[in-house]
């Protein structure tokens, strides 16, 4: 797959793709990244970008020209149709049904606005959906594009050295889209503080009904919303129901 993303500061995706473990999705090729900058394609000594807004106002505005062109010569390179994101308030969250559907997508063009924002008209001709990494603003869409091709990497073939590793991530199906359960490593006994003594036993049927059990009261303490899309999914069972009935 391949995502072309339009910034105007492509030197911050330069350490984003050479280090960390999602590197090799790169690196192999199984999720292409291009980079290309607006100003390039800008007219006049300045190569301008942007303009103050029609009708007053703070900030500068992303001009439509010079992303137009950009996304006309990165349509030209890839041949195709590729869908145009652009990274926005009011975009929808992205979560990870939505990850998982670009993980297996052809890729797509990926516009990264800064200033105040981008003319409309560009907007209203050229892009065909808008995403939101949450209800906060960011300087401009670079981070954003990088949180979700980052979470995109990973879920490629051979990225994870644990091939299964990503089922067991917060949000997954493989969890009926719960929160994941603690984690804990060596040493057994650190500040005073044990391992839990049931994932100490070797019993794996008792370590797996404690990891759930665990899931559903994290869910339950902190994303209660979840388990509300869990049971109209009928994914909890009675036991589950149960469980979470005691916690009440």
Not at 127 to 141: A, E, T
Request: with cysteine.
């Amino acid at each position: 797959m391949r995502f072309d993303v339009i910034t105007l500061f492509p030197e911050l995706f330069a350490p984003f793709l050479k280090v960390g473990i999602t590197r090799r999705a790169y690196e192999s090729g199984q999720v292409q990244v291009q980079l290309t900058n607006p100003r390039d394609f800008a007219t006049g000594n300045y190569r301008r970008v942007d303009d103050r807004p029609f009708g007053g106002g703070p900030g500068m505005v992303m001009m439509a020209e010079p992303l137009e062109q950009a996304v006309l010569a990165i349509r030209a390179s890839r041949n195709d149709q590729a869908p145009v994101l652009l990274f926005s308030p009011i975009g929808q969250t992205l979560n990870h049904a939505a990850v998982e559907r670009w993980s297996t997508s052809e890729g797509a063009i990926l516009v990264c606005g800064r200033y105040e924002g981008i003319d409309q008209r560009f907007i209203d001709r050229y892009v065909d959906g808008q995403i939101s990494l949450g209800d906060f603003v960011l300087s401009g869409g670079e981070l954003a594009a990088m949180a979700m091709l980052d979470a995109i990497a990973r879920l490629q073939p051979g990225v994870l050295m644990d091939a299964d590793s990503h089922h067991q991530d917060s949000f997954n199906p493989a969890l009926d889209g719960l929160l994941d359960c603690p984690h804990y490593t060596r040493p057994e006994t650190w500040a005073d503080l044990p391992v839990p003594a049931v994932l100490m036993s070797g019993h794996h049927a008792q370590i797996e009904c404690w990891r759930r059990e665990q899931r559903l009261a994290l869910t339950a303490q902190h994303r209660p919303d979840l388990l509300d899309v869990a049971r109209q999914q009928g994914l909890l069972d009675k036991g589950d129901e149960r469980f979470l009935a005691g916690k009440v």
